[in-house]
């Protein structure tokens, strides 16, 4: 049998990969060639571009040029050698010291050949450096990790000291000199703001409330999707605390009589900034003001900490990468279906793609992907962007939400022509979205030829592993909740305890997915006229796993408690 000729003009990690079969000779050259002219890795251009496995990769590295693999994502980033290296370096040449033994340092990379990184950390630690190869996609999510952790230590070391310094900026709803007020030019009251802010990010809150009342005030945090009160300062100060949080988002503080909204940036380092978005509402004893937190960090999360069981990741991935058709998620507000749009376009965000979102309001920045806010005074909706993106040339379009029917015809449209479209739909299922697109008016024609997945999900807490224990629920009970008899037989169900790391018991939350494709038969009953309980029965034959059966599944792997999937998806 004639073996494979060994390439001529390649070498190194792509001749190797050429050899074990893993790429052909023009394929290998090609990717060689292209990593050069966009001035990437090629590492990270194979592993973007879907050519090979990262994991493949790592072991034809370490084959080919001796270096050990190491799984990055069993390192405990606490036990990290600390202060060696800059984050602009880490960054730089996507490389990081992962430990120290005797004289040498140990530098983790997925491309052990980058003599230039091994040469300037040895330059900036005067320790001799050896390389660990790691996989692409880890080394990424782990970099970002150890950034993260370092900036919230930082945050965590602030002093009083440093709370009027914070960079805090707001939007341009009112030119600075209309916002003049005795009021707020208040030091106890900046500093009060600045540091419930501060507060509220350390903590990991998603939202912030300041509520006035007849007889006290209270300023209330939205952790893991549950409302905690915080803070209650004298109901007296309540006028001032809403007057200095408009003037931060430039907003009219001389009208207290209908609502108004407005945005705020804080920058915490030079790496790392937060935007609120601020919505003030006037209510019996006061205006209410509610601090909307985004953070950029959460659109990087990965898939892989969405919440996705492996089938229903292997099914999003497979979907958003085709070339057309409408992708919807759905959800009540808060349910995260931002992030899992914001990671798709992540993962989809690559030199050759032209991305353009629609969203009202832009929440999370992506370089490399042109987003517009909508501004409806202005003529600036949903449908004119769409239109106005179908006339420059794009791959990807999101939008941010699917309001009314002249929006889901152009959407539709766009998916019919060509170009892949994300987007979101207040539904209570994945069934239930079919049937209200047909009920805004939407073709049923139309929507089985386009429409290839729907997603709807929930968020529930996850359960702190620290002090989570066990619990003892009759088998009746178990089956009656949904477990089947042949669960039962090896299942350990975990209630929430509550200890210093963690809110009640719980800290983060996870995912629940309802992932249904728009099958040939399901398209069929939707030009039918079938309704949304015939297609949920329709999907789950086919083996859609629903809201219930993946929140049972995460408390059968002691993710969560029983009583926190009867929260979030009990009827």
Known sequence: MATQSTPVRLSGLARRL?????????????????????????????????????????????????????????????????????????????????????????????????????????????????????????????????????????????????????????????????????????APIVRFVNKVMLDAINKGASDIHFEPYERNYRVRFRQDGILHEMASPPVTLGSRIAARLKVMSRLDISERRIPQDGRIKMTLSKNRAIDFRVSTCPTLYGEKVVMRILDPASARLGVDALGFEEAQKDLFQRVIHKPQGMVLVTGPTGSGKTVTLYTALSILNTPDKNISTVEDPVEINLPGINQVNIHPKAGLTFASALRAFLRQDPDIIMVGEIRDLETAEIGIKAAQTGHMVLSTLHTNSAPETLTRLANMGVAPFNIASTVTLIIAQRLARRLCPHCRREEEVPPEALLAEGFTETELQDITIFG???????????????????????????????????????????????GMVDLRRAGLNKVRDGLTSLEEINRVTKD
């Open 18 to 186: 050429v050899i074990d079969g893993l790429l052909t000779e023009t394929d290998a050259q090609a990717a060689f060639d292209q990593s050069l002219k966009e001035k990437i890795p090629l590492v990270t251009y194979l592993v973007q571009n879907g050519l090979v496995e990262d994991g493949r990769i790592a072991v034809a590295a370490s084959e080919e040029f001796g270096a050990p693999v190491l799984d990055i994502d069993s390192l405990d980033i606490g036990l990290l050698p600390k202060d060696l290296v800059s984050e602009k370096l880490i960054r730089k040449h996507r490389a990081i010291p992962l430990f120290k033994r005797g004289s040498r340092l140990y530098v983790g990379l997925a491309d052990p050949t980058n003599l230039q990184a091994l040469d300037e950390i040895k330059f900036h630690t005067g320790i001799n450096t050896d390389a660990v190869v790691v996989e692409e996609s880890k080394l990424s999510r782990f970099i970002d990790r150890v950034v993260e952790a370092q900036e919230a230590t930082n945050l965590g070391d602030l002093s009083d000291s440093d709370l009027d310094g914070l960079d805090i900026s707001g939007g341009d709803e009112l030119p600075q000199d209309e916002v003049r007020d005795t009021d707020v030019d208040d």
């Open 496 to 542: 929430p305890v509550g200890c210093d790391r963690c809110t009640a018991g719980y800290k983060g939350r996870v995912g629940l997915y309802e992932v249904m494709p728009v099958t040939d038969e399901i398209g069929r009953l939707i030009m039918e006229g079938g309704n949304s309980m015939e297609i949920a029965d329709l999907a789950r034959q086919q």
